[in-house]
């Protein structure tokens, strides 16, 4: 590192690569775009000052996450990582919402199957018309109106596939 070739990052800041640079272990000069990006979206200054606050050990894991959020910034520059972060979050939401569904069926299957019940209790919780179950399926759409809030987001992650860009490198 350094010497002769400079790294990335001072080939692009137009500078003398020292013995000692900060970007030098993360930035080679054979991937000028990684720090580019990085550069564009937080500015070098800034990012050699994260990485100086840091103990080396953690510095890589950092670059990784900066190239990551940087990337994400770039393909949306609306809602950056927090676009990836609420798909998930929806699809979390959605997915307990499917999975209350399939148990809500489950019961509902399970007291048609069994006609003499213990609980007395039970027996009057069952309603024949499983009423019960489709005020469950009622509920839904509040659920997914919720979620189409965002719809926004996760069109726009669907077009960019922010998953398939490396983060670790
Ligand atoms: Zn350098």
Redesign the pocket.
């Known amino acids: 590192?350094?010497g002769n070739s400079?790294?990335?990052?001072?080939?692009l800041l137009r500078?003398r690569?020292?013995k000692d640079?900060?970007?030098?272990p993360y930035?080679p000069s054979d991937d000028p775009q990684k720090f580019a990006i990085v550069h564009k979206v937080f500015g070098a200054s800034n990012v050699s000052k994260m990485l100086q606050e840091l103990l080396v050990h953690q510095r890589a894991d950092a670059v990784s996450s900066l190239v990551y959020e940087a990337n994400a910034r770039v393909r949306d520059p609306v809602y950056g990582c927090v676009g990836a972060i609420s798909y998930l979050q929806n699809q979390v939401s959605e997915l307990q919402m499917q999975l209350a569904v399939a148990q809500a069926e489950i019961l509902c299957v399970q007291m048609q199957h069994e006609p003499a019940m213990p609980n007395p209790e039970l027996i009057e919780s069952i309603d024949p018309d499983q009423k019960s179950y489709f005020n469950l399926q009622n509920d839904l759409p509040q659920f997914f109106n919720f979620s189409s809030s965002s719809n926004v987001i996760h069109d726009s992650l669907k077009r960019e596939t922010i998953f398939g860009h490396d983060m670790v490198s």
């Open positions: 590192m350094g400079p790294c990335a990052s001072c080939k500078r690569c020292a640079c900060i970007f030098a930035f």
